[in-house]
């Protein structure tokens, strides 16, 4: 499911230092994609001031559903972010939340497969099925 929310994007890492050792600096902590997108309502005000005097921009974006490790390359869009342990991504754009939602999902699905038939193969080996 991609839902319209209200995100705070940061320009770059360094950026993030404004939230000192704040556990909320972790909210930036994304494996994937290439923007620091994070939801924007955990931030108090004095944090989202602090946020906007180093680049930092509220923005409307959107939250999906992330499965997988993709690669920007593999998708050709930039403006998103996504975190397979969370299971969440947030994207600049609706095209870009739904194509990186829906390459995840289909990656994941293919790797449970692969999983599965390598499984099958090996208890074929054993004669066990």
Partial sequence: MITER??????????????GDSYKAGYFDWRDGDVL???????TD?????????????VTGYAFEYYGFISIKRI???????????????????????KVSTVSRAEFLADIQRCYAER??????????
């Fill in 120 to 129: 099958e193969r090996k208890w074929r080996e054993r004669g066990l099925i």
């Fill in 6 to 19: 209200e995100l705070l994007l940061m320009p770059n890492r360094e950026s993030i230092g404004v939230f």
């Fill in 37 to 43: 997108l994070a939801l924007s309502y955990p931030f």
């Fill in 76 to 98: 050709g869009l930039k403006g998103w972010c996504a975190c397979p342990a969370r299971g969440i991504g947030f994207a600049l754009t609706r095209e870009a939340a739904e």
């Fill in 46 to 58: 004095g944090e989202i001031t602090a946020a906007l005097k180093v680049g930092g921009k509220i």
